[in-house]
Nanobody
Framework: QVHLVESGGGLVQPGGSLRLSCAAS????????IGWFRQAPGKEREGVSC????????YYADSVKGRFTISRDNAKNTVHLQMNSLKPEDTAVYYC????????????????????WGQGTQVTVSS
């Protein structure tokens, strides 16, 4: 059974860093596109970043480009989102998701392309 679990969220001061992890069970992450999304209170869900399966190409939303980095740890069947220079506007619940169409060269952060979702982890950036 496919299962995704996010971890690594918490409270951090502006300018700080966090590393989120998305651990998978029931399937091998590196065969599939993985996306990170976030949703702040009262706002729509936003696609943050994704990494493709085949070529390992990545995408970042303009709001996080240059500050966030997505990566795979295939040995641990995990995808990470390293978040640096955090801002209060990064405060949200962060979700990872898996697109189970195998072996794609590119990825997109369109939510309805993703089949399985984790439960989310809260990130709060505040002084």
């Amino acid at each position: 059974q496919v299962h995704l679990v996010e971890s690594g969220g918490g409270l951090v001061q502006p300018g700080g860093s966090l590393r989120l992890s998305c651990a998978a069970s029931g399937f091998t992450l590196d065969y599939y596109n993985i996306g990170w999304f976030r949703q702040a209170p009262g706002k729509e869900r936003e696609g943050v970043s994704c990494i493709s399966s085949m070529a390992g190409s990545t995408y970042y939303a303009d709001s996080v480009k240059g500050r966030f980095t997505i990566s795979r740890d295939n040995a641990k069947n995990t995808v990470h989102l390293q978040m640096n220079s955090l801002k209060p506007e990064d405060t949200a619940v962060y979700y990872c998701a898996a697109d189970l169409r195998p072996v794609q060269a590119m990825c997109v952060t369109t939510a309805n392309e993703y089949d399985y979702w984790g439960q989310g982890t809260q990130v709060t950036v505040s002084s």
